[in-house]
T-cell receptor, first 110, second 115 residues
């Protein structure tokens, strides 16, 4: 069964810290992996998409890496800000559907 | 800008009622997905459309769930004889390319509460 897990489930940090969110997937036959942000009561916003042939993607203060062989992806957030507070979900794409992790709930304290 | 829209945003139904949830994808997007998200969990795949063709409905939890996209744009998710376990947020997403291998754009969701 294709499963995606995320660690930690929740994280609270002071403003300015660099942090790492972890994602693991059981089936390495992914087409791509996508990181999303979800604010309370809102839909998902795509942050970064990494194709299976790529090792990492960067956008501003965000950097995501992908290691297919070990079934892992990490999202690195530099110099965190209170506006980064949200739930972060990773999703592995297997051809016609995404398998989502349960998310990491991030709180950045001012 | 024109993103993915869903209506209604909130729906309260009595157990046994039928409901219909609407998704307006971004114009020109070929792929359309429906997901179900329970409280505190990640979204779970329900069904996938490529234009008007429903290519994957493996995630629909029962035959009470039915989805259509007759003209390859707007999609409707229908739930018949709703049950309390159907309470969740239903998310719609669209992507430009077939197969959904590019960025998916999500709507705000419809929160369904079945009493």
């Amino acid at each position: 069964k294709q499963e995606v897990t995320q660690i930690p489930a929740a994280l609270s940090v002071p403003e300015g810290e660099n942090l790492v969110l972890n994602c693991s997937f059981t089936d390495s036959a992914i087409y791509n992996l996508q990181w999303f942000r979800q604010d309370p009561g809102k839909g998902l916003t795509s942050l970064l998409l990494i194709q299976s042939s790529q090792r990492e993607q960067t956008s501003g203060r965000l950097n995501a890496s992908l290691d297919k062989s070990s079934g892992r992806s990490t999202l690195y957030i530099a110099a965190s800000q209170p506006g980064d507070s949200a739930t972060y979900l990773c999703a592995a794409f297997y051809g016609q559907n995404f398998v989502f992790g349960p998310g990491t709930r991030l709180s950045v304290l001012p | 800008g024109a993103g993915v829209s869903q209506s209604p945003r909130y729906k309260v139904a009595k157990r046994g009622q039928d409901v219909a949830l609407r998704c307006d994808p971004i114009s020109g997007h070929v792929s359309l997905f429906w997901y179900q998200q329970a409280l505190g969990q990640g979204p779970e795949f329900l069904t996938y459309f490529q234009n008007e063709a429903q290519l994957d409905k493996s995630g629909l939890p029962s035959d009470r769930f039915f989805a259509e996209r007759p003209e390859g744009s707007v999609s409707t998710l229908k739930i018949q004889r709703t049950q309390q376990e159907d309470s969740a947020v239903y998310l719609c997403a669209s992507s430009l390319l077939a197969g959904g291998r590019d960025t998916q754009y999500f709507g705000p969701g419809t929160r369904l509460t079945v009493l």
